[in-house]
């Protein structure tokens, strides 16, 4: 009995240890830490001046030696030598990514920019951008980013917090000219537009407002490095700017502008780099990719200061040789950072054809002739209806070429399921969304089928000259089960992959239903008409529900929810019309109605051309024929 009760007491003393332990050494390791503080500070305080000098003028100077430079680990055991022949091997300084959390209303949440990071990290990227528009607090003009997602100052500061632990620099990427549509469109800043998406150069007030805006951005992150834009002002100098000036030269308006701008980067110690596009465009006869060096003025390079870098963007172009003459053109300008393009902006897809084509050609020239600074765009145009995660391969090939001399297909695959934890051949099948039949293979024509095919409504059918006679509806209930299986086997990517299931299951029975309606209609096959509206529309109009619930699922995830009320309202736009299709067919059997007018419509080319319409991207002109906004573009 006395052994039972001191092995019970026994046990009762090692239990009260194990649980008083983290406290009692927490406890232990607070007050050692402060004697070591205290101690610290006594002798700090009891140093002659000199001394204290002399101390933090050794400190700055180490921080100074410290600032830019990058280490491959934080926590190895490496010498600076080591360090250096290691960077030496790299193929750029700079390898990332910038990711639009703007034009297409998805901000991704902390966590999940946390999870980006992790992934970068894993690849060896070291740099990543966050495209802002409107999309972060700027305290002194509380109608910037109104009522849309944004960041907060502290939601900033954590995120470069994380990055910082995996060498990786975060660079605030902002608008200081155009692209502000979002901005402009409210009148407290009617004093400072010369457009519905331009800044009006000149105005007191604008520079007021930019440096804000550049105040904010910079805050909370450590690096003196800023993205100022100043790309595509398509109306520069054509608004209030003409009307108060009269015509000025656009290179000159651009000049004065960037010279103002380059007064508050300077006062604020920052290093900044600018898309190259309007400076090009001005001197080169206005477009882009066409640019003729001969048109150049002789003293262009001193229209661009030298302390800005020029970003020289280009995701089109298949040659090496055009890559090459570009980056020779930018070189004017001092030497240039190359942004290449991850093409899942388009819809719900990811075109890796056009990707794949243009990277390897754009990477190989950018190492032939030392551009050191580079990195991948995923923008969010129009809607973001394509899943953030399914940029991940995408940036796996940047990442790719940044540590290999030649491309070698297999040992990326392995790199990629290795960093991403995921089946590459489920994440190259992410083409299929697009690469239809009918569809040139890689895609290089931008076809975006699975937006245009979604939104389109089934009485109008906008695209519906396009599609006949192909067999898209069995392409897309091809790849339903594909993508389910996809959905097992995945890990963290297994949510995105059941809703691309469930949208090429609404796709399988929709792609080329309103060409059924209308050829029901046009022979009288009433019994097929009835069919449509009692059996296939009420199944369609489940699978949209299906669809839209996992959609929002996966946003809700990955982004803030402020910006899904633009897809839930094109969800809900195309759940009211299919009920409405079913209506005019009940009618017109019923002979409530004596036609079905949309049907009778002929269907025409949308775009003047044959095949596969391309870059249909604008949900306003996909939808009807009829304003639905400024433009038809929403």
């Not at 009760?5 to 232990?28: N, Q």
Request: net charge negative; aromatic share 14%.
């Amino acid at each position: 009995m006395k052994k039972r009760v001191f092995l019970l007491g026994l046990l009762f003393l090692v239990g009260l240890s194990v649980l008083l332990y983290p406290l009692i050494s927490s406890e232990w390791n607070r007050h050692r830490s402060d004697a070591m503080i205290d101690s610290y500070t006594q002798t700090v305080s009891q140093a002659p001046a000199e001394d204290r000098s002399a101390w933090i003028d050794s400190a700055r100077q180490y921080n100074a030696a410290l600032e830019g430079k990058h280490f491959p680990d934080a926590f190895a055991n490496i010498t600076r030598e080591e360090s250096a022949a290691y960077l030496a091997q790299l193929a750029f300084d700079d390898n990332g990514a910038m990711f639009d959390v703007s034009q297409g209303n998805a901000v991704l949440r902390v966590e999940s920019v946390k999870s980006i990071l992790r992934r970068m990290a894993m690849m060896g990227l070291n740099v990543l951008m966050m495209y802002c528009e409107d999309s972060y607090d700027v305290p002194e003009e509380p109608y910037f980013g109104y009522m849309r997602a944004r960041y907060t100052e502290e939601e900033l500061r954590e995120c470069d917090d994380y990055a910082y632990l995996f060498g990786i620099e975060m660079i605030p990427c902002i608008q200081t000219l155009s692209h502000l549509i979002d901005v402009l469109k409210w009148p407290a800043f009617n004093d400072i537009k010369e457009d519905y998406e331009t800044l009006f150069v000149g105005g007191e007030k604008t520079y007021e407002f930019i440096e804000h805006l550049i105040q904010a951005a910079v805050k909370p992150f450590r690096t003196k490095r800023i993205h100022i834009g100043m790309d595509e002002a398509w109306h520069l100098g054509t608004g209030r700017y003409l009307a108060e000036h009269g015509l000025v030269p656009g290179e000159q308006i651009m000049k004065e502008h960037l010279a103002r701008v380059m007064e508050i980067v300077r006062k604020l110690g920052l290093e900044p780099m600018m898309w190259s596009d309007m400076f090009i465009r001005q001197f080169g006869g206005g477009d882009y990719y066409s640019a003729d060096l001969s048109r150049f003025p002789t003293d262009a390079a001193e229209l661009v200061p030298d302390d800005v870098q020029t970003v020289y963007w280009d995701y089109y172009h298949f040659d090496e040789e055009f890559y090459e003459r570009f980056i020779e053109m930018h070189r004017i300008f001092g030497e240039p950072v190359f942004a290449g393009g991850i093409w899942t902006w388009v819809g719900y897809g990811a075109n890796w054809g056009i990707t794949y084509r243009t990277t390897h050609p754009a990477m190989a020239a950018c190492k032939k002739l030392g551009i050191r600074k580079i990195f991948a765009t995923i923008w969010g145009d129009n809607g973001t209806e394509a899943n953030m995660y399914a940029n991940m391969l995408g940036l796996s090939l940047f990442a790719e070429h940044g540590y290999i001399d030649k491309f070698d297909e297999e040992k990326f695959k392995r790199r990629f399921e290795f960093c991403c934890g995921a089946k590459y051949d489920d994440f190259y099948a992410l083409r299929l969304l697009d690469e239809v039949p009918g569809c040139e293979k890689d895609n290089l024509e931008q076809v975006n089928a699975s937006k245009y095919l979604m939104w389109q409504d089934l009485m109008t059918g906008m695209f519906d000259y396009h599609i006949k006679g192909l067999p898209l509806d069995d392409h897309y209930k091809e790849l339903v089960p594909l993508f389910r299986a996809a959905s097992e086997r995945n890990g963290e990517y297994n949510a995105m992959f059941r809703f691309y299931a469930e949208e090429k299951n609404v796709l399988s029975l929709k792609a080329q239903m309103g060409l059924r309606i209308t050829e029901a209609y046009e022979t009288g096959n009433t019994a097929a008409l009835y069919a449509l509206a009692k059996e296939e529309l009420p199944e369609l109009l489940s699978r949209v529900e299906a669809l839209r619930s996992c959609h929002r699922v996966v946003w809700a995830d990955m982004n803030k929810i402020i910006g899904w009320d633009i897809l839930d309202m094109r969800y809900g736009s195309l759940m009211v019309r299919i009920r409405t299709a079913m209506d005019e067919i009940e009618d017109y059997l019923t002979g409530r109605i004596p036609r079905l007018e949309e049907l009778e419509e002929p269907r025409r080319s949308f775009n003047g051309k044959e095949g596969l319409v391309t870059y249909a991207n604008w949900y306003g002109r996909n939808v009807s024929a009829s304003r639905i906004a400024p433009g038809g573009v929403i």
